[in-house]
């Protein structure tokens, strides 16, 4: 009888363990911690490597197309991008990556579009829309459209900080 316990113990603990090591990698989880760190080719791996086994979510997309993008690799995030907004229209933060990546690869124009259309379809969106339509207009040399919009993210999201502080005239008269 007693080796019979010793026997299914030990059944037990190589069934908790195999258990332990099927378990899956969180490639998702790692990639955006790669992302924070800065290391912007290990985050596209773990896409990649989610990717690989089949899975795929908007901010699997997202993460990546971010990450193409600080490595100056536009078209791959613009693709990987649109693929997911056409996939998952109600992903408001992979537009507003897009918008990223078109302004950033010299698509002002396009991203600006791109930013009016999240504006309209989501009434709820924080500063961070509004920041990127101001540095669209200051590149454009529309520095009263550029304050006024800087002055509505602070609006919007006066909480933060990091706005709190800035207070922008609204004409060129100063």
């Not at 896409?47 to 690989?52: D, E, P, V």
């Amino acid at each position: 009888m007693s080796n019979f316990k010793i026997i299914s113990a030990f059944g037990i603990l190589f069934c908790l363990i195999l258990a332990s090591c099927s378990e899956p990698p969180n490639y998702l989880q790692r990639a955006e911690q790669e992302l924070e760190q800065e290391d912007y080719l290990g985050a596209i791996v773990e896409i990649n490597s989610l990717f690989a086994r089949g899975d795929s979510s908007c901010k699997a997309f997202q993460i990546r197309a971010s990450s193409y993008r600080r490595i100056l690799k536009y078209r791959k995030s613009i693709e990987d991008l649109q693929y997911a907004v056409k996939k998952w229209p109600d992903c408001f933060d992979a537009s507003l990556e897009l918008a990223k990546a078109l302004s950033d690869s010299g698509d002002t124009a396009q991203a600006f579009r791109l930013l009016q259309k999240i504006s309209f379809l989501n009434q709820r969106i924080g500063a961070e829309v509004w920041i990127e339509k101001s540095k669209i207009h200051y590149y454009q040399d529309a520095f009263d459209q550029s304050f006024a919009e800087l002055n509505e993210a602070i609006r919007r999201d006066s909480s933060s900080v990091s706005y709190t502080h800035l207070t922008l005239p609204t004409n060129r008269e100063v």
